[in-house]
């Protein structure tokens, strides 16, 4: 009964490399989240309000690009390597790809943490959108092409182990995580071309100067080609463990395996053809094209729902496994007091609360009233920054100790930290809300306006900053008591069974799953149908308009200091 | 029924939204619930839990003895 480091010591080297990496970005994103809360709400302010968007971009990218998919890869090779049950067909690729994607990670991040020492003439003070015309240094680009095709090679080894596997199994169904990895990576592939083609066609030769002018709405509309997908791309992790691991530690076996699949399938399908909804208000795309893409990201809730449905019935089965009886009362029969089980199922209760502000964002004429507004953030907060971030940082209290072949330093502590997670989160993500709905705008140091006063509906404005800076004091001593348990955790003594990582059968097994299920070719040619069905029309209206490289210079935000020759370029941005 | 000190403490947390939103909730039918009825009502609401934990740890120790 060898744990994960004891069958797997090459792979596990690996994944506890890409998760070092993973939760100093945590660390630091957490930090510059703590600096953000208290200097927007005045309450505690020793960077500069110019300095406030080189943060913000560090915040943005450090966590929601560099923790969440860091931890991603580490996990899915976990995933493929358990579920396959063989390791990695050649390690030295694997470390090849964890060496690219780490070099990128750090490029983009050294140029954006120079935009906050004057003396180096280098930024990136663009925020996690990168939209031009706000232009980077080409590190930070640089960076970024190589952190994607990073994980292109990830996708690639994982495929490449599949093959051997399918090798020796020619009959066999695909294991459960595997098939959730693969199809995940074939949406990944699919999305990440936009993004790729804009950083690589588009932004780099313009931060070079090799080419004066881009096309700012193309290369808006290619970056959300992939800023919609990548979302699934942090939930997909989540779903993983929410599916596998969360109905064991709640003492139960996965409902329905088929049904994971189905859902899986669903997200490939219908992740990218939704993109132009982040777009609802750019002029120069057609209100029918906004039109489409509302009704397709409607039909994303299909899948979401199932994995509520799914999810919530496993952990019943468990919660009765264990003696729990009545409608309401099997609740109180779960293991409380696992930190693994309890994060997990506090991100899965905030998740719906994110899905449901979410739908206010996807609605094309709800939007118009909380777009661009702190209601945005206060969204993502409970999506991306509870659902994938606290479901990861639980998962990591049953996963590390698989990695380290040691025991969790204190489970206690991680108890307190994943529910001081979730109550700093209820008091952030309420009060983003409530402030984006009167209007309060996100993505300013500044929220204050001369002569004009914000009117809060329900109590006062004030209020509502104490309640984010509070939420964000508390998220942050959260992240301290992760980051110190994991690491305590790193340097216990080695033992013989630090944690009970076996993984039950789910109560209907894939033999009961259709096949056509399995068949990624068929699926991945019907969602390439659908991508080219939602954007060749707006694209080639985009490039119609404007041309592919447009009119539009950058504004070089490293010279921020020089203000007047900024106002210059602004005025001609606008003539 | 007994309750755990880890079910206690999510209790505790699961209290805090249902409080907050208890204004936005008296909101919808034009009622401006102050902060400090908030507060009252948390403060009741840790105490029932309070109360609850204590009670059903009672039984517990009295079988020891
Ligand atoms: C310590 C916990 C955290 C705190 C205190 C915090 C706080 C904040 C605040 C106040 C903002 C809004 C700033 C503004 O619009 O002016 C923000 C933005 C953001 N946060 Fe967080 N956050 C935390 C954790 C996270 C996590 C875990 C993620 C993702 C995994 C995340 C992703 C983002 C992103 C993507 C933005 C938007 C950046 C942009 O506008 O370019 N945050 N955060
Ligand atoms: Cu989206």
Excluded at chain 1, 345 to 357: D, R, T
């Amino acid at each position: 009964m060898a744990t994960f480091v004891d069958r797997y010591p090459d792979e596990a080297a690996v994944v506890k490399a890409c998760l070092t990496v993973s939760f100093t970005a945590l660390a630091i994103g957490a930090f510059f989240g703590l600096v953000q809360a208290l200097h927007r709400t005045d309450y505690f302010r020793f960077i500069s309000s110019v300095d406030y968007y080189t943060v913000l971009t560090g915040h943005g990218v450090l966590l929601a690009l560099v923790f969440t998919i860091f931890f991603l890869v580490g996990l899915f090779t976990w995933a493929v390597v358990q579920s396959l049950e063989r390791p990695m067909p050649d390690i030295r690729l694997t470390w090849a790809w964890f060496g690219l994607t780490t070099t990128g990670a750090v490029f983009a991040a050294v140029a954006i943490l120079a935009g906050l020492i004057p003396s180096i003439d280098m930024s990136a003070d663009v925020l996690y959108t990168f939209y031009a015309p706000l232009q980077a240094h080409p590190l930070f680009y640089i960076g970024l092409a190589m952190f994607i095709v990073g994980t292109w090679l990830a996708g690639a080894d994982w495929f490449l182990a599949y093959r051997d596997w399918r090798g020796d199994n020619p009959d066999e169904r695909i294991p459960l995580q595997t098939f959730m990895v693969l199809t995940t990576m074939l949406m990944w592939y699919l999305s990440t071309l936009g993004v790729a083609v804009s950083v690589v066609v588009f932004l780099i030769p313009w931060s070079f100067g090799l080419v004066e002018t881009v096309n700012p709405l193309l290369t808006r509309t290619l970056f959300w080609y992939f800023g919609h997908p990548v979302v699934y791309f942090w939930l997909m992790p989540a779903y993983l463990m929410w599916y596998t691991v969360l109905p064991k530690l709640a003492g139960g076996r996965l409902f329905s395996d088929p049904l994971a699949r189905v859902v899986f399938v669903l997200f490939l399908l219908l992740s990218t053809p939704v993109g132009i909804h982040h777009q609802y208000l750019d002029p120069g795309i057609a209100e029918g094209f906004k039109f489409i893409a509302m009704t397709n990201t409607m039909f994303l809730l299909l899948p979401s729902l199932l994995t509520a449905f799914t999810v919530v019935a496993s952990v019943e089965h468990g919660a009765r496994q264990r003696g729990g009886k009545g409608y309401i009362k099997w609740l109180g029969a779960l293991p409380w007091r696992d930190p693994a089980f309890t994060g997990m199922a506090l991100a899965g209760a905030m998740f719906a609360a994110g899905g449901f502000s979410g739908m206010i964002n996807a609605g094309m004429n709800i939007n118009y009233l909380i777009h661009n507004t702190l209601w945005v953030p206060g969204h993502f907060h409970l999506t991306v920054g509870t659902a994938v971030a606290l479901t990861m940082m639980a998962g990591s209290y049953w996963l590390v100790p698989q990695l380290t072949g040691k025991r969790l330093y204190s489970r206690p502590i991680g108890l307190l930290q994943v529910v001081m997670w979730f109550v700093g989160m209820v008091f952030m993500s309420n009060a983003m809300h409530r402030a984006g709905l009167v209007g309060i705008p996100r993505r300013t140091a500044e929220p204050q306006y001369q002569s004009f006063d914000f009117n809060a509906v329900i109590g006062t404005v004030g209020e509502l900053q104490a309640q984010i800076a509070l939420g964000g004091t508390l998220l942050f001593l959260s992240v301290v008591l992760f980051v110190f348990n994991i690491l305590l955790s790193a340097i216990e003594d080695p033992i013989e069974n630090p944690v009970d990582d076996s993984l039950p059968a789910p109560l209907s097994g894939a033999s009961g799953s259709p096949r056509v299920l399995d068949d990624l070719r068929l699926w991945t040619a019907i969602a390439v149908v659908l991508v080219i069905l939602a954007y060749t029309l707006p694209l080639a209206s985009i490039v119609g308009d404007a041309g592919w490289f447009g009119n539009v210079p950058g504004v070089p935000v490293w010279v921020s200091a020089n203000v007047e020759a900024l106002g210059d370029l602004l005025r001609e941005v606008v003539a | 029924m007994t309750l755990s000190r880890a079910q206690l403490l999510v209790l505790v947390a699961f209290s805090i939204p249902v409080a907050i939103e208890l204004r936005v909730l008296f909101g919808f039918f034009g009622i401006d619930l102050p902060l400090v009825a908030v507060v009252a009502f948390e403060a009741v609401f840790l105490l029932l839990i309070a109360v609850a934990y204590m009670v059903g740890a009672e039984p517990k120790s009295a079988t020891k003895h």
